[in-house]
């Protein structure tokens, strides 16, 4: 299954169902059509683009409706069914489950799973599950299948009763019921070494060998990658035998680790020196000048050997490059690398925009969904769907940013995947840069390790430009009139410096009940610049249903009815008001009219 699953329902009945089905899938959030779902963790309006949205970001999708309606519209978004998520769609009664893309990805077998639970039908028409309960292409945790460019034609012999033979051994290729007669031309052969399939052979590799590797500071992926693949071919093991990628976790911000477990397709996890050197007896090369230097005997070796358990054999001891080191460790069954050391932890900074979930990136909703904890202020969180299944949300008050990003770093240190939810964009007046400040401040080993991604939201000052016409259309400036973490002497010295240069100017965080003063020196700075007729969008609660926006003529500016939830656009002098029959539109020009007019006379 995907890293992520979703349950659409388009009718109260439908959520009945949906929520008689959810406990076989986990606790993940139910999408409901607004005009038509009321309890819903998550409501959307276009039931097309919601659809689309999702499957594009890999969510796997269980529709409760007709098939025809996903069908129709994802048909334009459907890709390969090697990259394509699973879809399924539920009967509104629950009375039969269809399973339409992914079959040989997770579709198929959460197909059974919901008809389980819901005492349902699961119409599976793919040929190899219904005749064996087995897909070649998608074999078991652990394997691969070499030549996935072969299996169509394959399989396609195999269901017109010719018969195949097993070279190597596998149990759940050897009681799946298959035509099996060892006198065949048609072969399934599990295999270490690097074979060359065939139409008429498909290759299946276990993966259950280690890869321990180790490396200087900033070596290149060229050199580490090479350095494995001479181990491998001096080993005579095909790459597609590798579990993982495993070192010490003092490695875990090296680039070309990561870009070698990426460049292999497999995960990189770590481990940590305690670990590692209680592997020391079994190390074929123990050195005292590692030891010294990160507190165990080997990493390479190690980390291989930890990797594939108490029955490990240490089939490649460390080799050596110029920076970098690997070793090969072989377990007796195939590995399964989520459940070793950890993972590089990543703390993804999210901007929700400032509101309404439409205006939310696709790329802030994966972030979200993917996040094993959520930190950020209690009203934020609230914007949020339910939690899914795993997920820990970690709520703090206003005031009390500085705890939440430490909390945040120290949770992305143990190797969690966290994302600090922020409003609007992250990296204005929010938690972004905070962030950043906090690991200069502290220079903590654990959280310089953690890998961070920022991502851009809407900003409020965005969302008002846009509902009000274009009024950031040339040179504008944002400017915080809040002296709670700046010097009011800077902020004027800005104000000032933006009214003498014309910009347009965004003002955040105007006045709350008791500061009102901030505001009526800032207007008094601005209106040395401005015609009294300028220009003013009043911006409140924007993006959210209470959202107002008005337009005033600078003169006319009542500060009273201003507060912390609105935010002010001053225009510039180029700023203009454009009345239409149904509104007002507000913009400032950047230049054109002076462009075609230069144009015409030549």
């Not at 295999?191 to 070596?219: N, W």
């Not at 979200?368 to 769907?385: C, E, F, K, N, Q």
């Not at 400040?437 to 959280?447: F, G, I, T, Y």
């Not at 009024?471 to 010097?487: E, N, Q, R, V, Y």
Request: net charge negative.
């Amino acid at each position: 299954m995907s890293e992520s699953t979703v349950i659409v329902v388009l009718t109260q009945r439908g959520l009945t169902t949906a929520r008689r089905l959810r406990p076989a899938i986990g606790d993940v959030a139910i999408h409901g059509y607004q005009s038509r779902v009321d309890g819903a963790e998550v409501m959307f309006d276009d039931v097309g683009e919601h659809l689309r949205q999702l499957f594009t970001q890999g969510v796997a999708i269980v529709g409760v409706c007709a098939t025809g309606i996903l069908v129709r519209a994802l048909a334009s978004v459907i890709a390969s069914k090697t990259v394509d998520p699973p879809v399924l769609s539920v009967a509104e009664d629950g009375s039969v489950v269809v399973p339409i893309l992914g079959g040989h990805h997770g579709a198929n077998a959460l197909s059974k799973t919901i008809a389980d639970v819901l005492g349902a039908q699961a119409a599976i028409t793919t040929a190899s599950d219904t005749r064996w309960q087995l897909a070649l292409d998608n074999p078991p945790p652990g394997w691969t299948l070499a030549n996935p460019e072969h299996h169509k034609s394959f399989v396609a012999r195999l269901l017109a009763d010719e018969p195949c033979r097993i070279e190597g051994s596998a149990s759940w290729l050897e009681t799946c019921g298959l035509n099996l007669d060892y006198s065949a031309t048609l072969t399934l052969t599990v295999s270490d070494t690097p074979i060359t399939g065939t139409q008429s052979r498909l290759v299946f590799h276990p993966r259950r060998f280690a890869l321990g590797v180790g490396c200087e500071r900033d070596t290149h992926l060229e050199e580490l990658a090479e350095l494995v693949q001479e181990t491998l071919d001096e080993a005579g093991l095909a790459t597609s035998t590798i579990a993982g990628v495993f070192s010490l976790d003092l490695k875990s911000d090296e680039a070309c680790v990561h870009a070698l477990g990426k460049e292999l397709g497999v995960p990189v996890r770590f481990f940590d020196a305690q670990t590692l050197e209680a592997l020391t007896p079994k190390l074929a090369t123990p050195s005292e000048v590692v030891f010294t230097e990160v507190g165990c005997h080997g990493v390479a070796e190690a980390a291989a050997l930890a990797a594939a358990g108490p029955q490990a054999t240490l089939v490649r001891p460390k080799r050596k490059s110029k920076r970098a080191t690997c070793a090969l460790a072989k377990a007796p069954t195939p590995i399964e690398p989520a459940t070793l050391g950890k993972p590089r932890g990543e703390l993804t900074v999210v901007g929700l925009g400032p509101g309404t979930p439409q205006w939310r990136t696709p790329a802030a909703d994966a972030a979200i969904l993917r996040a094993t904890h959520l930190v950020g202020y209690s009203g934020y969180l609230d914007m949020l769907a339910a939690p899914q299944a795993g997920q820990i949300r970690r709520p703090y008050a206003l005031g009390e940013e500085t705890d939440r990003v430490d909390e945040a770093l120290s949770l992305a240190a143990t190797g969690s995947q966290v994302a600090l939810i922020c409003s609007g964009d992250p990296g204005i007046y929010a938690m972004a840069s905070l962030v950043f400040e906090r690991l200069e401040q502290c220079q903590n080993p654990s959280w310089n390790r953690v890998n961070i991604v920022v991502l851009p939201g809407v900003s409020a000052m965005h969302g008002a430009a846009a509902v009000s016409g274009a009024p950031l259309g040339h040179d504008f400036c944002a400017i915080s009139l809040s002296d709670l973490l700046t010097p009011w002497s800077a902020i004027e010295n800005r104000l000032e410096a933006a009214a003498r240069g014309d910009f347009v100017v965004a003002l955040y965080n105007p006045a709350s009940q008791r500061r009102r003063q901030g505001l009526a020196r800032a207007m008094e700075i601005l209106a040395a610049h401005r015609a009294p007729d300028t220009p003013v969008i009043i911006a409140r609660q924007v993006g959210r249903d209470e959202q107002k926006i008005d337009t005033v003529a600078f003169a006319e500016l009542n500060q009273d009815g201003v507060d912390m939830m609105t935010l002010l656009i001053i225009g510039s002098s180029a700023t203009r008001r454009v009345p239409t029959a149904s509104r007002e539109y507000v913009y400032t020009p950047r230049g054109y009219e002076i462009k075609n007019t230069t144009k015409e006379s030549a």
